[in-house]
């Protein structure tokens, strides 16, 4: 972004002063313009232009279906305050239709339904946000949307009918479907199994008509596909939408772009060259299993925590949440979601004949995985577990080898920490329990993370030795209290760490000879404090910027 007074480029600070003003401006407040052209004086022109949009939105959107009439100012406002799916009193004109009424808005983006007067026929009209002031990029990625859709002609695609500008502002119209969107129709609950192969198999092969004409649509969810009174599916929305192997810079390499829950992770890790009809494949079969569970594949608090999800987690196994789920559309469901595209379907439409098979009680395409595929896609889905158990089995397999080949100690000690090992195990297995059926789902990482460093110290205790290698337990533990994204768990467990090694050389009987080392103690403990710093600031920094990103609307609306 430029500054309006020259060609200047304006600074993070000033960009999130102009935030804050629009963020006040939209919510209706009375910003403090002085105190903002104090510190940020190149801002005066930015934010006169803002108001003056905020003021017209605000008295209401200018009949200009009259010849010469530019400012002709209707009752109905297109204001941020109203009900999404509020039926105005006083209708408005736009050119050659009538709005009737708002049918959604996204970041950029808002659908109108609205007459055309010239046919009467109800239509879908789409336009940038009135209260925006709309960037070059979003005004061609608007257009890219049209044209994109406007290609299109599938009984399961909203089709485009007209592509226009009006005193500056583009729009286009397309078919108005009565019905709901697919995430109300189910409503939060796990759909009847064969009635939502039968619904995706139609949305499979529209999705397969969009990439036979080389589009990917990069955002399928079940707020982008409508259903009609007859229970017929339409995909919609394409704001997001990218020509399969096109150039367009209309999204940059490393830009994320989509929404995080049906997000292929391809897609969330940013690689926009690898987003092909493999990403769209993921999303429908991440729409199936919500429409199969329930719920989406992934759900977390924050979209940072959805996303390394979709990086490197694993969904939990459909049949789980819902036990009368058929085996055969798990399988579907499962190869769908595969983090390799290749190992997906390769196509939308073999999707479709797959489900297909299962509606007709064919043995599907879609068969179970290795065992090896099978552990991989546990220690994914349970990675807290898996580090810990495996930790546990490499420290056992290196004390066994050490006690029997190296050191002599007696068969007593030796029992003793293999036993203290299985303990460590057991209470991995069963805090992993406990966190995926606890209530509070803050406390338990915390005590997860007591009970790693008791056992620690424990496991070094009965060693009588303070310079054993598993001593590296402690700074793993602590970069291991990153994973959860939380600061005050990472320096929690620092300060248990330190406490705990400072208390088990105070108290261990070191050798002779390592008996004046007492500094080399020191120096670890201020290890430790090293890395606990560095893991909370890079947990601070990324939950930062996905607090930033939270607040930004996604490209496309």
Not at 64 to 83: F, I, M
Not at 109 to 126: D, E, F, N, P, T
Not at 332 to 352: N, Q, T
Not at 408 to 420: D, I, K, N, S
């Amino acid at each position: 972004m430029n500054d309006a007074e020259g060609d200047t480029p304006l600074d993070e600070r000033a960009l999130a002063a102009l935030d804050a003003y629009v963020d006040a401006l939209q919510k209706g407040e009375r910003p403090d313009r002085e105190c903002v052209l104090r510190e940020f004086p190149e801002l005066a022109t930015t934010l006169t232009c803002l108001e003056a949009v905020e003021r017209l939105a605000q008295s209401g959107v200018a009949d200009v279906s009259a010849p010469g009439v530019e400012a002709r100012h209707k009752a109905a406002p297109l204001s941020p305050e109203w009900p999404s799916m509020g039926v105005w009193q006083t209708r408005v004109d736009f050119g050659g239709y009538e709005l009737l009424e708002e049918l959604g808005r996204g970041g950029m983006g808002v659908v109108y339904k609205a007459r055309q007067k010239s046919l009467g026929r109800v239509v879908a009209l789409k336009m940038i946000l009135p209260t925006q002031l709309p960037t070059e990029q979003a005004v061609l990625r608007f257009q890219a949307e049209a044209r994109a859709a406007a290609r299109l002609r599938h009984p399961n695609v909203v089709a485009v009918h007209e592509v226009g500008e009006l005193h500056g502002q583009p729009y286009f119209t397309m078919d108005y479907v009565e019905g709901r969107e697919l995430g109300a129709v189910a409503a939060g609950q796990p759909m009847e199994p064969r009635a939502a192969a039968r619904l995706m198999a139609q949305v499979a092969g529209a999705v397969e008509h969009l990439h036979q004409h080389g589009i990917v649509h990069r955002d399928l969810k079940p707020s982008n596909i409508l259903v009609d009174q007859e229970g017929h599916p339409y995909v919609t929305d394409f704001g997001l939408a990218l020509a399969c192997g096109g150039d367009s810079q209309l999204t940059q390499s490393g830009m994320i772009v989509g929404t995080p829950s049906y997000m292929a992770p391809e897609q969330a890790a940013g690689r926009r060259q690898a987003v092909g009809p493999g990403a769209d494949v993921y999303s429908l079969g991440a729409i199936l299993y919500e429409l199969a569970t329930g719920r989406p594949p992934f759900d977390e608090p924050t979209p940072l925590e959805t996303l390394v999800q979709v990086l490197e987690g694993e969904p939990p196994a459909p049949r789980t949440l819902n036990r009368h789920l058929p085996r055969d559309l798990e399988l579907v469901i499962l190869r769908c979601l595969e983090k390799r595209p290749e190992a997906r379907y390769p196509s939308a439409g073999a999707l479709a004949a797959d489900l297909e098979r299962f509606l007709r009680e064919e043995p599907v395409e879609a068969r179970p995985r290795g065992p090896l595929h099978r552990l991989a896609r546990w220690c994914r889905r349970r990675p807290a577990l898996a580090i810990r158990l495996a930790a546990a089995l490499i420290f056992a397999l290196v004390a066994h080898l050490s006690y029997t080949l190296i050191q002599q100690v007696t068969p007593l000690r030796h029992a003793a920490v293999l036993g203290a090992l299985g303990m460590f195990a057991a209470a991995a297995a069963a805090f992993e329990w406990a966190a995926a059926r606890a209530r509070n789902k803050i406390l338990v990482p915390f005590a997860w993370s007591t009970a790693d460093m008791l056992l620690a110290s424990f496991i070094l205790w009965i060693t009588h030795n303070p310079f054993s290698p598993l001593v590296v337990a402690f700074p793993l533990l602590i970069a291991t209290a990153g994973l959860w994204f939380r600061v005050r768990l990472v320096w929690f467990s620092t300060a248990l760490a330190a406490v705990a090694y400072t208390l088990l050389t105070a108290t261990a009987q070191p050798p002779s000879e390592e008996a004046g080392l007492w500094h080399h103690h020191l120096i670890f403990v201020a290890a430790l404090l090293m890395v606990g710093t560095v893991t909370a600031y890079q947990v601070w920094r990324v939950r930062a910027l996905s607090r930033y990103y939270e607040r930004r609307p996604l490209p496309g609306g």
